[in-house]
T-cell receptor
């Protein structure tokens, strides 16, 4: 089945530690995105990538880093510089038709990160 | 002005009623419009997409688009308690620099009362 897989589902980070969240898709989508969601809040864009080996900062990129070495994979690292990382992290991808119609995002199931 | 605005709610309707969710957007060049449903603690799932003016129906859901008024809505007929969730409106805002990238509203929390 095609889809997006995020792992782990739950992650605990100690103060000063870097952690990496995994996002893998087999939908053959070029574009991938990382969002952060805090309780009762909307989605905030962290980073996005339109093509392999290229990515752009979103609205809240400080304290985060990404890589896009393969089309299928877009891992997110939460660095120690991110002072309030406790949140629900969502990865998404989207494709377009040959005529350019936007099909919308497919989301992964999310990773819940907690600082301990 | 936010690029995509939704009434934050919460919105409560009795079981069997019609729930009406509204969304306005700022970019007249937007071409693609989506509604996502997000249950508490879960990721958003796509329930409707609409690209042309008018209505699009899928089961109990109807999406309505009016590009002249920059307005998109979602109607849920015969609302069920299982429809209780947060509904996110998403629009491709051309000024974001990418036709693929979507901008999300903050969501409307819907509660259907038994």
């Amino acid at each position: 089945d095609g889809g997006i897989t995020q792992s782990p589902k739950y992650l605990f980070r100690k103060e000063g530690q870097n952690v990496t969240l995994s996002c893998e898709q087999n939908l053959n989508h070029d574009a991938m995105y990382w969002y952060r969601q805090d309780p009762g809040q909307g989605l905030r864009l962290i980073y996005y990538s339109q093509i392999v080996n290229d990515f752009q900062k979103g609205d809240i990129a400080e304290g985060y880093s990404v890589s896009r070495e393969k089309k299928e994979s877009f891992p997110l690292t939460v660095t120690s510089a991110q002072k309030n990382p406790t949140a629900f992290y969502l990865c998404a991808s989207n494709g377009v038709s040959t005529l350019g119609a936007n099909y919308g995002y497919t989301f992964g199931s999310g990773t819940r990160l907690t600082v301990v | 002005q936010k690029e995509v605005e939704q009434n934050s709610g919460p919105l409560s309707v009795p079981e069997g009623a019609i729930a009406s969710l509204n969304c306005t957007y700022s970019d007249r060049g937007s071409q693609s419009f989506f509604w996502y449903r997000q249950y508490s603690g879960k990721s958003p799932e796509l329930i409707m997409s609409i690209y042309s003016n008018g209505d699009k129906e899928d089961g109990r859901f109807t999406a309505q688009l009016n590009k002249a008024s920059q307005y998109v809505s979602l109607l849920i007929r015969d609302s069920q308690p299982s429809d209780s969730a947060t509904y996110l409106c998403a629009v491709n805002i051309i000024s974001s620099g990418s036709a693929r990238q979507l901008t999300f509203g903050s969501g409307t929390q819907l509660t259907v009362l038994p």
